[in-house]
């Protein structure tokens, strides 16, 4: 019951207030305290049982059935512990796999991240015209279906007839097969997440831009600061809980590319994403071991749960980048203090 | 009546949405049946058999019929893309519950279904070894299982081999083009074929074939013994006629004389239009698909045979998931849809080629032609193709196997490795994915 309270009143709880001031709390909240102590988990309950129906069942079914000999057709097999993880340490095209997903995440999340700040800063310009035009044009490319995107990227990038390589073959260069190459692949894949996902990103920098006080720009301008200076000493520092966000939200969506990869291979529905897996995802694989022959739906589930962990790890690194940059501006701004105290002590 | 390119995945959902509401508008329209969606409500009279398939298979009008003969037996039919209808057949089947009451598996899975009889209802408990005399024997022996203890599902088309060509660049290129002339050309061997598109380029700077990929699946399909011999033993390593596939084709590789515009994608269904090859492997099938992808090139096509004769690619069976709780109904339609006289009604609709031999004299059947393929006598080049089909053992792995060769095949077209490098991670890579 008290748990219930606690999570009600929520952040106000903080500063572990004393007995009686609790309980007042809770009757200012919601009325005598004996009506219907569970009525504030009824309320919360579809989303719990929903949650637990389709997502901690599936990930404990998932693990259950990722320790089986298992295959799609023919049924389960025997158990056969972790003998699927073992193997995966083992299987070349799941490295590989694991390798192409992070490299088209940093070529995809990187550019985006950078292209979005600056798109931000310039939208954030209370002198820009028609900024509602350019606002709302960015959340374009992120409403279509990645199936289209995906087809138009595909014939941008065709071998022979593409604009791109027309366009290089223009310019005087030979025109490059992009599917081939491992580079050009993941370069041709990680532009069609860009496409699509920059917008996005962009609106939350700017909603975040927004609320950062004006004042600090304007006392910045009487300090000499240009625009330039303004964005990486104002904006920049005070982006970073958006940023983060942003950032995780993006690395969790790349791990599970799956999409673009697909319809970027020729022919259809290959899962082997490129004649050499030069463009194999790890979910593309999860998929084509389970979906294709040889229809090993054990080994898939592995594969999926390694995917769960890589995920939870790489958000684990963001987050640690980002506490170890907030304990370097601590330590600054302490040192900072420090020096201001000195110095008013020397003044006196 | 095979894969289609992603890009119709779009179409795939209309017209699974139209097939939905196509149903949708059936049920009301018959009061009487629209209380047993999903279980047929117990012994109820009215019984529903749920057939899936994918592409189109002209059924519409026999379904019309056979219920208007058997008041009691409704069929809904749901038709989708070609794997999401093959995924959702898998997982029914993996789920145990959900599927339909008959499904088509196309010949790239009836290996995979085979190998897995139990999942699939016995077609021989029902009697049909009584009209297995009625159907091509290597089609039928697809899906039987090797000791022949099982039938899985019965044939509707198969694909047959013959190769089309654009007689307005054959023309261009001085060769001839009369059909016969240019079966001629190359009736005895690949090598032969080989050598006509080294000409063909060196007269027009232009590619011969489409990609080497369409290359390589007819002629592997050629003979009896593939990657699987009839025992079930696996061979792809050491069959003749898979090295004699991969010799051919990396002589096409490096004569370059191919367009490399990898079959489904946008620049293949481009190409066919703009002239960039001038032969494609043609399985009866294909015919549709180059009137609805190039129709501006009405008349410039012919159909030659294929070098060496026989071969097929692509083709279906209809199956009976174990799960269905109507086998006997199930079976007593299947039997009826898939007989040589229905076969017949399909072929005159679709232009599917049936897998009935009796069919084949039929003058319906000789004195077929298409205008589009400038009245090239199909029904004649088709049903001589289909009886030089030798039986092949295509086993659970076939897909596998297939596209390792097929994306190494590509290695040596990407410039990525050498024929020989190419041939020797194919092999450690079927093998190291075979290996579980």
């Known amino acids: 019951m008290s748990a219930t309270s606690k999570a009600l009143v929520g952040s106000t709880t903080d500063d572990e207030p004393t007995e009686p001031s609790r309980k007042k709390r809770r009757q200012a909240v ?141 310019l005087g260069f030979e025109p490059i097969n992009w599917h081939a190459g491992r580079l050009t692949s993941h370069i041709a894949i990680a532009s069609m ?57 993006s690395v969790i969506g790349q791990l599970q590319l799956f999409a673009q990869p697909l319809l970027f291979g020729a022919g259809a529905g290959s899962t082997s994403g490129g004649n050499d897996n030069q463009y194999l995802t790890i979910l593309l694989y999860l998929y084509g071991q389970a979906f294709q022959q040889p229809f090993r739906f054990g080994y898939s589930a592995a594969i999926a749960w390694t995917l769960v962990l890589m995920s939870a790890l790489a958000a684990a690194i963001v987050f640690g980048i980002n506490a170890l940059l907030d304990r370097r501006e601590d330590r600054a701004e302490r040192q900072h203090q420090r020096a201001v105290a000195r110095r008013k002590e020397v003044a006196r | 009546m095979r894969k289609f390119t992603p890009i119709a995945a779009l179409v795939a959902l209309a017209v699974v949405l139209a097939a939905c509401g196509g149903d949708a508008d059936t049920g009301s329209d018959d009061s009487g049946a629209t209380s047993d969606n999903g279980s047929a409500a117990g012994d109820g009279d009215q019984i529903t058999l749920n057939l899936w398939t994918f592409g189109n298979f002209g059924y519409d009008e026999l379904i019309e019929e056979y219920e208007a003969d058997n008041p009691n037996i409704k069929i809904e039919t749901l038709i989708q893309e070609f794997d999401p209808h093959h995924d959702a057949l898998i997982t029914s089947i993996a789920a145990g519950s959900g599927g339909p009451d008959i499904a088509a598996a196309e010949v790239a899975f009836i290996g995979a279904f085979t190998n897995q009889a139990d999942a699939f209802l016995n077609i021989l408990d029902y009697g049909a070894a009584d009209i297995e005399g009625d159907y091509l024997d290597w089609k039928w022996n697809q899906a039987t299982t090797l000791d022949g203890s099982a039938t899985i599902g019965l044939p509707t088309d198969v694909g047959g081999l013959a190769i089309c060509y654009r007689m307005d660049l054959f023309e261009e290129a001085g060769l001839p083009t009369d059909r016969d002339e240019v079966s001629a050309l190359w009736e005895n061997s690949w090598e032969d074929y080989i050598e006509v598109g080294k000409q063909y380029s060196e007269a027009t700077g232009r590619a011969f074939i489409d990609n080497e990929g369409l290359l390589w699946d007819a002629v592997v399909n050629q003979s009896p013994e593939t990657y699987y011999d009839s025992n079930g033993e696996l061979i792809y390593a050491d069959s003749e006629q898979v090295r004699y596939a991969w010799d051919i084709v990396v002589a096409a590789l490096e004569a370059e004389i191919d367009a490399k515009t990898p079959a489904w994608s946008a620049e293949w269904n481009a190409g066919m239009n703009n002239g960039d090859f001038a032969v494609l492997t043609c399985p009866a099938w294909m015919r549709g698909y180059i009137e609805d992808q190039a129709p501006d090139t009405f008349g410039n096509w012919d159909v030659a045979t294929v070098p060496q004769g026989g071969g097929n690619w692509g083709g279906s069976h209809l199956v009976i998931p174990a799960q269905t709780e109507h086998p006997q109904e199930a079976y007593d339609f299947l039997s009826w849809l898939l007989a040589p006289e229905q076969q017949l009604r399909v072929f005159e609709g679709t232009g599917n080629f049936p897998s009935t031999p009796e069919l084949y004299d039929t003058p319906q059947m000789r004195e077929f032609t298409s205008e589009f393929l400038n009245n090239a006598p199909l029904g004649e080049i088709y049903a001589d193709n289909a009886l030089d089909v030798v039986a092949q053992n295509v086993g659970p792995n076939y897909n596998l196997i297939n596209q390792e060769f097929g994306e190494a095949l590509n290695r040596i077209s990407d410039g990525l490795e050498s024929p020989e490098e190419a041939w020797e991670t194919a092999i450690a890579n079927i093998d190291r994915e075979l290996s579980f």
């Open chain 1, 30 to 170: 919601h009325g005598p305290a004996h009506e219907e102590p569970w009525a504030p988990y009824l309320f919360i309950s579809p989303f719990f049982i929903l949650f637990s129906v389709f997502g901690v069942f599936t990930l404990a079914y998932t693990f259950w059935v990722s320790l089986h000999d298992w295959s799609l057709l023919g049924g389960m097999n025997a158990f056969i512990g972790i003998d699927n993880y073992l193997r995966l340490l083992d299987d070349p095209r799941f490295f590989k796999a694991t390798v192409n997903t992070f490299s088209i995440l940093l070529l995809s999340t990187v550019p985006q991240m950078i292209l979005a700040l600056m798109l931000a800063e310039v939208l954030n310009d209370r002198l820009l015209r028609a900024s509602h035009l350019f606002r709302s044009g960015l959340l374009v490319p992120n409403i279509t279906s990645v199936v289209a995107i995906a087809i138009v990227f595909q014939s941008l990038f065709a071998r022979q007839n593409g604009l791109i390589n027309a366009i290089i073959q223009l």
């Open chain 1, 193 to 249: 997440v860009n496409w699509q996902f920059t917008g996005f990103n962009t609106l939350i920098f700017l909603a975040a831009l927004q609320a950062i006080p004006l004042a600090y720009y304007e006392a910045a301008q009487i300090d000499g600061a240009n625009r330039i200076q303004r964005f990486f000493r104002i904006s920049l520092p005070l982006l970073r809980p958006a940023i983060l966000f942003a950032v995780v939200l």
